[in-house]
T-cell receptor, first 113, second 115 residues
Framework: DAKTTQPNSMESNEEEPVHLPCNHSTISGTDYIHWYRQLPSQGPEYVIHGLTSNVNNRMASLAIAEDRKSSTLILHRATLRDAAVYYCILINAGGTSYGKLTFGQGTILTVHP | DTAVSQTPKYLVTQMGNDKSIKCEQNLGHDTMYWYKQDSKKFLKIMFSYNNKELIINETVPNRFSPKSPDKAHLNLHINSLELGDSAVYFC??????????????FGPGTRLLVL
């Protein structure tokens, strides 16, 4: 399975944009890039996903590098409620690994008031 | 309305006991999962069921037995509990068996402590 690498932690101030990077240099052409987050004492929550093109939704934006070896989750205006562990996950659309979310250690995002 | 619910929320028990955790989803999804989050916060998939059929069975001791009476329920029974089973167990569901695009919806977790 292709692996992802994320910084252990990042900090931001409230109402500022946050860019959370993820490296996935061994990504295959059929791997989707998913982002989930886990707020304290809660289950993981879907944030966004993409394959090749940049994606926007009400929660965040996902910028995918042209070679797909890295991606960035963008929170446009961080709030205190965005403090969580953010996971970048690759999900393969075929083969025996499809369906499995393989969580790494994620990035702990701290948001300061 | 809770999409994915688990009971109990907390479970404290003695080593050697047998316990069950229940999971229900009201999203009409076909696929359900069990994940384990250990003390180091790593989340690992344990099982996946699609239309009541076992699809994914990771390297999990056979003391753990999932049961899916219908598409909306996936229960986890654990025999002969050990100290190392202490963890948070999350149930999740997705509309269909994931082929890259599907979103998984997670329950709130069951915190199991084995004494």
């Amino acid at each position: 399975d292709a692996k992802t690498t994320q910084p252990n932690s990042m900090e931001s101030n409230e109402e500022e944009p946050v860019h959370l990077p993820c490296n996935h240099s061994t990504i295959s052409g059929t791997d989707y890039i998913h982002w989930y987050r886990q707020l304290p004492s809660q289950g993981p929550e879907y944030v966004i996903h993409g394959l090749t093109s940049n994606v926007n939704n009400r929660m965040a934006s996902l910028a995918i590098a042209e070679d797909r070896k890295s991606s960035t989750l963008i929170l446009h205006r961080a709030t205190l409620r965005d403090a969580a562990v953010y996971y970048c996950i690759l999900i393969n659309a075929g083969g025996t690994s499809y369906g499995k979310l393989t969580f790494g250690q994620g990035t702990i995002l701290t948001v300061h008031p | 309305d809770t999409a994915v619910s688990q009971t109990p929320k907390y479970l404290v028990t003695q080593m050697g006991n047998d316990k069950s955790i229940k999971c229900e989803q009201n999203l009409g999804h076909d696929t359900m999962y069990w994940y384990k989050q250990d003390s180091k916060k790593f989340l690992k998939i344990m099982f996946s069921y699609n239309n009541k059929e076992l699809i994914i069975n990771e390297t999990v001791p056979n003391r753990f037995s999932p049961k899916s009476p219908d598409k909306a329920h996936l229960n986890l029974h654990i025999n002969s509990l050990e100290l190392g089973d202490s963890a948070v167990y999350f149930c999740a569901s997705s509309q269909e068996f994931p082929r890259g695009r599907e979103t998984q919806y997670f329950g709130p977790g069951t915190r199991l402590l084995v004494l």
